[in-house]
C-alpha cells in the first residue's frame, strides 16, 4: 500500500512511494509525530539519478523485516535534496564536520525537535568493509535513545551550538583586485593536472566554473596559461569517456583522473554549465572541437531533457536494464563490448569503432565492456562521412537499448542556467531553435513558478508548481538566464522580470549590515541553522552567482543598491579566492566582470545581425548587451542612442566612459577584446 509520498511531486521521493517503511516527507507534522510517540527522527536524504541511493533503498528501504524496524523505533522522514537544498545543506555540514566526509545517500538520526546526533551516509544491509550494517545502525541507535537519552540530548545540542558558532570571514569593504587574482591563478596551476587536464586527482569532476574564470582572466590580461589550462581541460573532456561521443552531453563525474570511466548520470546542471563553457572556449579560440562539443550538448538537452511544458527535466539515471541480464545495473546504456559492435556495424566497421574509440576486448569499464572515448591520434584513422555514418548507426543501435530513467522534475535554477546556455548558443552559431528553447524555457518559469510578487517555487512536474520556496541559487540563476534572453533576444520584459527577481534578493537574502548573502529567504522555514555557502558545489554558489547578476543588471540599468550589493558580495573571493580557488571559481570569474567594469554595449537597428552578433561574441569579461531598434525604450542602453548616418551602430562603454560609437564590426571587436 503506497506511503505518505505517493502525494508528492519529487519523482525522488514517489521512487519510494511503495516502499514497505512509512514514509514522510519533511514537514512539521513528522516531528510532532516522533514527540508523540517519543521516538527519534531517520532523515535520508537523496536525489532520483544517485546510484548509491537506489542499492541502499533495494537492499534495506524495499525489505520488510528492515521497514518494520524503522517504523517500530522512528519516525521516517525521505528529502529530495534537489528540492529541499537547505535541509540538505544544513545536515550535510553536521555529517562533514563529524565524520569529515559526505555524500548521498545521507543517513541522519535527529530529535523530534530536528536536532542531529548520529550521522552516516550509505549503511549495507550486512556489515561489509568496516562499515556497520544498516540493521546494527538502527538497533544502536534505539539503544542509545531509549537507554542513554541524556547523553543524546547532549550531543545534538552540542552539534547545534557548534554549527551556530561557524563563522564566515568576510570584509564587505574588501574586494579582490589584480593580486587576489593572480595568486587565485597561481593556486590553481600548482593544483593543475598536466597530464589528463583538471585540477586534483580522482575523482575528478568537471570545472564549469573554474573553466569560465580562466577564460575571463586570460581575456583581461592576456594570461597564456590560464588560456592553456581551460583549452587542455576542456579537450581532455571531450575526448573521454565522461562526454557521451555519441549522443553529446556529459556524465556526472570520472571515477578516474583520465576522464575514462563516468559516474553515468547525467545532470542538467553539468551539460548547461559545460555547454556554455565549451562556448565561451570556441569564442575565445575558434576551438572547432568546442564548436562541435557545445552545439551537441546543446541539442543533448533538448533532445533529451525538455519537459512538455518546455522546462528542462533534471537528469538521467545512471543505471538502466541490461538486455542480457534484466538486471539494472550503471552504465548499461552507455557501454560497448567489440561482440555489440560487431552485431551493430560488422566486421570491417566495428574494427574502425574499436579504434576509434578505444574500445579493446578486456574492457575499460566491466565485464569487457568499455566506454567510448576519442583518444587524439595521429593522422585521419577513417574520411568524417564514415565515422558519422558509424556514430549514426551506433546510436540508432542503443536507442534499443532500455533507456536510463529520466527525473521530470523542472528545478528553477538549473532551468536558468540552461536559458542562459542555449540562448547564447543559438545567438553564436545562428540556431534559432536554440533560442526559441531558452525562450520557452524563460516562458515557462514565469508562468510556473514566479507568484504575482515574483517569488519563486523551487521546482514544477508536469505543468504543477511544488510546494517548496524558491533559494539563492534559484533566484540568482533564473536571473541569469533572464539577462541572457534579454542579450539575445532584445526583449526588455526579461530585464524587467530579473529585476523582480533581484530586487527579491536585495530584500530577502542580503545581511544589510554585513553584505554577506543567505541561502535562504528572511522569511524561510527557519532550521536549526540557516545555511550560508558561498563556495562553488556542481554548481555555482548562490552567493557569487547572485553577485554575477546583480552586476550585470545595474550595468544594464544604472541601478546602485545592484552594484553596491554586488561589490559588498564579492569581499568573501577576496578572502577564499587566493586560498580555495578550485572552491570559488565562479565568484573569481565574477570578479573579473566587476575589475573589467564590466561593459556595456548599446547595438542600435541591428538585433542578430552582424554588430549584435559580434557584441556577443566580444570576450571582455562580463559584458552587457542590448540590442534594439533606434528610439527603443525596450532596454535602459538603448535611450538616446541613434543610428550613425543612418546606418545600425554600437555604443561601448565602460567605467563611466564612453568609445565613439561604430558602425564597423570589426571596429566593435577590437573594442571587445
Known sequence: MPNRLAQETSPYLLQHADNPVDWWPWAPAAFEEARRRGVPVLLSVGYSACHWCHVMAHESFEDAATAAVMNRDFVNIKVDREERPDVDAVYMEAVQAATGQGGWPMTV?????????????????????????????????????????????????????????????????????????????????????????????????????????????????????????????????????????????????????????????????????????????????????????????????????RTNEGGFASALDADSEDPATGEHVEGAYYVWTPGQLREALGDADAELAMTCFAVTEEGTFEKGASVLQLPRTEGPLADASRLSAIRERLLAARAERPAPGRDDKVVAAWNGLAIAALAE???????????????????????????????????????????????????????????????????????EFAGFLLDHVLAQFVDAESGALYDTAADAEQLIRRPQDPTDNAAPSGWTAAAGALLSYAAHTGAEPHRTAAERALGIVKALGPRVPRFIGNGLAVAEAALDGPREVAVVGDVLGDLHRTALLGTAPGAVVAAGPAGSTELPLLADRPLVDGRPAAYVCRGFVCSAPTTDPAQLAEQLS
Open 109 to 305: 538520526f535527529l530529535t523530534p525537535d530536528a536536532e542531529p546526533f548520529y550521522f552516516g551516509t550509505y549503511f549495507p544491509p550486512e556489515p561489509r568493509h568496516g562499515m556497520p550494517s544498516f540493521p546494527q545502525v538502527l538497533d544502536g541507535v534505539h539503544r542509545a535513545w531509549t537507554d542513554r537519552r541524556g547523553e543524546v540530548d547532549e550531543v545534538a545540542g552540542k552539534i547545534v551550538r557548534d554549527l551556530g558558532e561557524r563563522q564566515l570571514t568576510h570584509d564587505a569593504d574588501e574586494r579582490p583586485g589584480e593580486d587576489e587574482l593572480a595568486q587565485a591563478l597561481l593556486g590553481l596551476t600548482r593544483d593543475y593536472d598536466a597530464t589528463y587536464g583538471g585540477f586534483g586527482g580522482a575523482p575528478k569532476f568537471p570545472p564549469s566554473m573554474t573553466v569560465e574564470f580562466l577564460l575571463r582572466h586570460y581575456a583581461r590580461v592576456g594570461a597564456e596559461g590560464a588560456l592553456q589550462m581551460a583549452a587542455d581541460t576542456c579537450e581532455r573532456m571531450a575526448r573521454g569517456g565522461i562526454y557521451d561521443q555519441l549522443g553529446g552531453g556529459f556524465a556526472r563525474y570520472s571515477v578516474d583522473r583520465e576522464w575514462v570511466v563516468p559516474h553515468f548520470e547525467k545532470m542538467l546542471y553539468d551539460n548547461a554549465l559545460l555547454c556554455r563553457a565549451y562556448a565561451h572556449l570556441w569564442r575565445a579560440t575558434g576551438s572547432e572541437l568546442a564548436r562541435r562539443v557545445a552545439l551537441e550538448t546543446a541539442d543533448f538537452m533538448v533532445r533529451e531533457l
Open 425 to 495: 548558443v543559438g545567438a553564436y552559431f545562428d540556431r534559432p531553435d536554440l533560442i526559441a528553447a531558452a525562450v520557452g524555457a524563460g516562458d515557462l518559469l514565469v508562468r510556473l513558478h514566479m507568484d504575482p510578487r515574483a517569488r519563486l517555487a523551487r521546482t514544477s512536474k508536469d505543468g504543477r508548481a511544488g510546494a517548496n520556496a524558491g533559494v539563492l541559487e534559484d533566484y540568482a540563476d533564473v536571473s541569469e538566464g533572464f539577462l541572457a534572453l534579454a542579450a539575445v533576444t532584445g526583449e526588455g520584459v526579461w530585464l
